[in-house]
């Protein structure tokens, strides 16, 4: 059962999608986004942040792993996991050290986490719909506890 779930037509759609999406999550709490190549996994992401309550630049955490933004409630922690070779990696990380009731795991790639990630407490599936005219893009919320 989804809690939330819309069709976008843009990437100022799919921004807004975003900042709705933020009403839906708490803290403490791990969020998975699933999707493939350019389904708009970052552009959702970046856009929850904002609605958070970041005000300054939100960036791709593609090439460190994982990014850490200071909100109202907590810190959000942006992982973009598409580049690990193998899911131990992850130790290094020391993400369960990052962990408590302040902390929202924002998690891009969550396969490639294997062991190393927390379960999921939401799932965020984004999937991109073929349209020549149009980037459309469908996105599900789903509460998982």
């Known amino acids: 059962m989804s809690e939330f779930e819309v069709t976008v037509n843009s990437l100022s759609e799919t921004e807004e999608a975003g900042r709705e999406l ?7 709490s791990c969020v998975y986004l699933n999707g493939e190549m350019g389904a708009g996994k970052t552009t959702l992401s970046k856009s ?3 609605a958070l309550g970041y005000s300054g630049d939100v960036t791709s955490p593609t090439y460190n792993l994982i990014q850490e933004y200071p909100v109202t ?13 193998d899911a131990s990696e992850l130790e290094y990380l020391a993400i369960e050290d990052l962990w408590s009731n302040a902390s929202l795991f924002l998690v891009e790639w969550p396969d490639k ?11 965020i599936v984004l999937r ?18």
């Open 73 to 85: 409630q907590g810190i959000v922690y942006h992982m973009d996991l598409y580049r690990l070779k």
């Open 22 to 28: 933020a009403n839906y999550l708490n803290f403490p």
């Open 113 to 123: 986490g294997g062991r190393y990630l927390r379960p999921a407490n939401f799932e």
């Open 48 to 50: 929850i942040i904002n």
């Open 128 to 145: 991109k719909i073929f349209d020549k005219n149009q980037d459309k893009r469908h996105i599900i919320l789903k509460s998982i506890n």
